[in-house]
């Protein structure tokens, strides 16, 4: 059973930034795949970003193209940690941001939710205009 939990949301204006925290448990964290998914209201669940384990210790980070450029996915494996660092924020980017593993090697689509085993919480970004 792997645990996660988001923090570091909030309400910010237009243009601002802010970087969310995925604390995972699990003794293996460093071979699991991370993604960001997000969810405004009466929307659809929708992929953000992944940072996907492949081997040893390579990995690939993909973004939807609606944050291309403006987020970034990093991780901490010493800390068991994902990141997602927000930058020039826009109203459409408010949502609840929800973190994601998947802990064996994920040979489906990343941007699935269905791909992914466990979920945290969820965290609530808020962008004023």
């Known amino acids: 059973q792997v645990q996660l939990v988001e923090s570091g949301g909030g309400l910010v204006q237009a243009g601002g930034s802010l970087r969310l925290s995925c604390a995972a448990s699990?003794?293996?964290?460093?071979?699991?795949?991370m993604g960001w998914f997000r969810q405004a209201p009466g929307k659809e669940r929708e992929f953000v970003a992944v940072n996907k384990w492949d081997s040893g210790r390579i990995y690939y980070k993909y973004y939807a193209d609606s944050v291309k450029g403006r987020f970034t996915i990093s991780r901490d494996n010493a800390n068991n940690t994902v990141y997602l660092q927000m930058n020039s924020l826009k109203p459409e980017d408010t949502a609840v941001y929800y973190c994601?593993?998947?802990?064996?090697?994920?040979?489906?689509?990343?941007?699935?939710?269905?791909?992914?085993?466990?979920w945290g919480q969820g965290t609530q970004v808020t962008v004023s205009s």
């Open positions: 994601a593993a998947r802990v064996s090697r994920l040979s489906s689509d990343y941007s699935k939710g269905s791909s992914y085993d466990y």
């Open positions: 699990g003794r293996t964290f460093s071979t699991y795949t």
